[in-house]
């Protein structure tokens, strides 16, 4: 059974960072891309961030590029989420996705990831 687990959300200042943890189990995590994508409320489900399999190619949404940044941790079936200079508009539920179908042109698209994990609520106070 696969199994994606977030951690890490909370509550922050304006300009402050949070890093987001996402453990995987069940599934080659090793040969898997994963994907972060966050909801806000009243919003659709946006792309946040994603990364390749062994880590090397990353993709970013723009409102977040330079701010942001994804790794993994293969060996610890991990992937990050690094979040500095918050903004109020990061607020959302922020989740983890494992397995896109298709290529690394779909990571921003996500009805093609297979896996989810629940979420972890960030919030960013002004």
């Known amino acids: 059974q696969v199994q994606l687990v977030e951690s890490g959300g909370g509550l922050v200042q304006a300009g402050g960072s949070l890093t987001l943890s996402c453990a995987a189990s069940?599934?080659?995590?090793?040969?898997?891309?994963m994907g972060w994508f966050r909801q806000a409320p009243g919003k659709d489900r946006e792309f946040v961030a994603a990364i390749s399999w062994r880590g090397g190619t990353t993709s970013y949404a723009d409102s977040v590029k330079g701010r942001f940044t994804t790794s993994r941790d293969n060996a610890k079936n991990t992937v990050y989420l690094q979040m500095n200079s918050l903004k109020p508009a990061d607020t959302a539920v922020y989740y983890c996705a494992a397995a896109p179908l298709g290529g690394r042109g779909t990571w921003s698209t996500d009805r093609v990831y297979r896996y989810w994990g629940q979420g972890t609520q960030v919030t960013v106070s002004s």
């Open positions: 069940g599934l080659s995590f090793s040969m898997i891309d």
